[in-house]
């Protein structure tokens, strides 16, 4: 090859080996917000993730990709804990697969895993990184990638939080921040293998629940209480740390506490240097509840629901007109059985309007409906009466008073009968 030759072929050799180098090496790093997807890990980080995430398909020897690279970065930086940022290295051969699977024709190509993970969509906004940003905090939601990564903790659910599992857990007590700052969820990224977590987060603003702060004697914030947790749900025990080395930068904030949480959360256990969990209530165990049940008076129950049965009290409404099995008010006793069901009272009601014999055994005629008759059965039967409002509130006021030995109870001699029903029919055609 001649001088000249050699000279005008000297450029294309350069670009060549910088191609050829550039095309070995991956355009992000572990120092980068932007998380490195394979062939071996997408499926679990990402398809069987609940997190949204945005990512990049790239070849680092794509001039449009090394001009992307530093706004992807910038813009991943400023998604933590709004979203997850991937990128998928389409030249190594483990990735080619994934390429395929995607359709990916030409690079950067950049795809959004929604909630529905088998159907991403393109990005198809400015690649710069505040269009990124703006684009992916309003599809993903406010808090989409923080709310599942961190816990948001009250008082009442610190218990089941430390207690739920064994694992060990990290609470981050802040003062004044309602929400989890973005740097939390992205501690938390990192102890997140697919759907397996090995240490458990959450978030309290001390301002809301200082009992929090309290019960693990701190008073500097922001503190981040390392838990590891040693015994059952029941026996409610465990040891515990308080980091308090944190207010900086977010990145210095994540890296103080992983070295934090890796040492006293995972490292050798030894509880002589860690103080014992206190104590929280626990969650109340419901009590049992009776079935709620409100029905409709008639000849055949009235011994087994209202003048007899387990239930030594009968609450009767009694009304006028009703459209079938529905008339005024009606809602509201509903509401009133499920709210006393506990309580020593059955809940029935009846059409006075076609039982006028049974209604003025209690004094009442059709121009004193509805009203609500208090029935208490056993070896003689009493009854009081409420002509008020027939509301919600005016009838529990009456059967607290009731339950308080509150109420004047009169005598019910004798105890009126209901008529059944062929009965009516014959007393209307008699009427004819």
Known sequence: MSRESFRSFLPFRLLLISTLCVGALSLYDTSDSVEQLTGDNFDEEVLQSEDFWIVEFYAPWCGHCQKLAPEWKKAAKELLGVARVGAVNCDEDSNKGLASKYGIKGFPTIKVFGEDKTKPSDYQQAREAG?????????????????KLVTPLTYLDTYFFLHGDSAPKAILLTEGERKPPSWLASLAVKYKDGKERSVRFAHADVGAHPQIAKNFRLDRFPALVIARITGTFKEAEGFFSAFTKLGGKGSDNIRAAKEAVDEIALGDFDERSLAPLPAFPPPETPRRTAPTSFFRLDHDNADTVCFGGEKPICVLAIVAGAS??????KEELVALSRKYRNDPFSFVWLDGSAQTEFVSGFGLGADRLPAVVVVKHGRRTRFALHEGAFTAAAVSELLDRTLGGDVAFKSLKPVPELVPPYLQDQEDVADE
């Open 131 to 147: 269009a990124i940003v703006e684009f992916v905090k309003e599809a993903a939601g406010p808090g989409a990638a923080s709310s």
């Open 324 to 329: 079938g099995d529905d008339f005024p008010g």
